[in-house]
């Protein structure tokens, strides 16, 4: 499995951005996808992630600011990132556990190993 993300750019504070994640390879039918932020001189952390079923998670730095979706037909995962701000400037990366995945505690995404990443596109938001 290969990801590769794309859309990264510099954009004001306050506008909107949209990051693609393309991926190769075969994925059960249980899988688990992942953005994560990697900010200047911090640890990556998670920011969204979505299942199979299309649960969605959000880290409460971007919830109601950021939606992850996902088209498995395309093999395409999102990020639609509104109401950006200068602390969301990082490295996102997308990442995948390919599955399969038992279903537990409302989702997929419970207990993952983020085997499979992409080398990351970068956001730069300007005050």
Do not use: H
């Amino acid at each position: 499995v290969q990801l590769a993300e794309s859309g990264g750019e510099s954009v004001q504070s306050g506008g909107s951005l949209k990051l693609s994640c393309t991926f190769t390879g075969y994925i059960y039918s249980s899988y688990c996808f992942s953005w994560f932020l990697q900010a200047p001189g911090k640890e990556r952390e998670m920011g969204a992630q979505i299942d199979s079923d299309g649960t969605a998670n959000y880290a409460d730095s971007v919830k109601g600011r950021f939606t992850i979706s996902q088209r498995y037909t395309e093999r395409t995962l999102y990020l639609q990132m509104n109401s950006v701000k200068p602390e969301d400037t990082a490295m996102y990366y997308c990442a995948a556990d390919i599955g399969p995945l038992s279903y537990s505690n409302g989702g997929y995404c419970g207990k993952v190993d983020w085997g499979y990443w992409g080398q990351g596109t970068q956001v730069t938001v300007s005050s």
